[in-house]
């Protein structure tokens, strides 16, 4: 009996680590719905950091994916670790939405506590294009 118990005690140990919280993921996503193509450069000078992407129209990219690694990030900011945010348009044109301002994102919050997505969304339409 005695081995039974830390045998069970073992295995619930070790079910109980295989549901711990592994984070929280972090997405930005550009979503192109105009007939521009965008060329989106982010810089982050803390981490020394510079990601460019091209995104053609009626497309959708991931910009930044991450993990908090288990961090609290109830105050979560779209703008979280971005210290600059280009956006070039085809054809000379003008964005005239402004990435770097919070409101012209769409934040969502998916899935369950301890497997959490927080997703911002940058969503250009032809509307937004001079």
Same mark, same amino acid.
């Given at each position: 009996? &005695? +081995?039974?118990?830390?045998?069970?005690?073992? /295995?619930?140990?070790?079910?109980?680590?295989?549901?711990?919280?592994?984070?929280?993921?972090?997405?930005?996503? @550009?979503? &192109?719905?105009?007939?521009?193509?965008?060329? +989106?450069?982010? +810089?982050?000078? !803390? /981490?020394?950091?510079?990601?460019?992407?091209?995104?053609?129209?009626?497309?959708?990219?991931?910009?930044?994916?991450?993990? &908090?690694?288990?961090?609290?990030?109830?105050? !979560?900011?779209?703008?979280?670790?971005? #210290? #600059?945010?280009?956006?070039?348009?085809?054809?000379?044109?003008?964005?005239?939405?402004?990435?770097? #301002?919070?409101? &012209?994102?769409? !934040?969502?919050?998916?899935?369950?506590?301890?497997?959490?997505?927080?997703?911002?969304? @940058?969503?250009?339409?032809?509307?937004?294009?001079?």
């Amino acid at each position: 009996m &005695n +081995i039974r118990f830390w045998g069970l005690l073992a /295995l619930g140990t070790l079910l109980m680590a295989s549901c711990k919280d592994e984070g929280q993921e972090l997405i930005k996503r @550009f979503k &192109n719905q105009s007939d521009a193509t965008l060329e +989106i450069t982010l +810089i982050n000078n !803390y /981490l020394d950091f510079t990601q460019t992407l091209t995104v053609g129209p009626g497309e959708s990219s991931d910009l930044s994916t991450g993990s &908090n690694d288990g961090k609290d990030f109830e105050n !979560y900011s779209c703008l979280w670790e971005v #210290d #600059d945010l280009q956006i070039q348009v085809s054809g000379s044109r003008t964005l005239l939405k402004d990435p770097l #301002d919070e409101s &012209n994102w769409i !934040y969502e919050v998916r899935g369950e506590e301890s497997d959490l997505t927080r997703l911002c969304i @940058f969503l250009v339409q032809q509307s937004d294009i001079q």
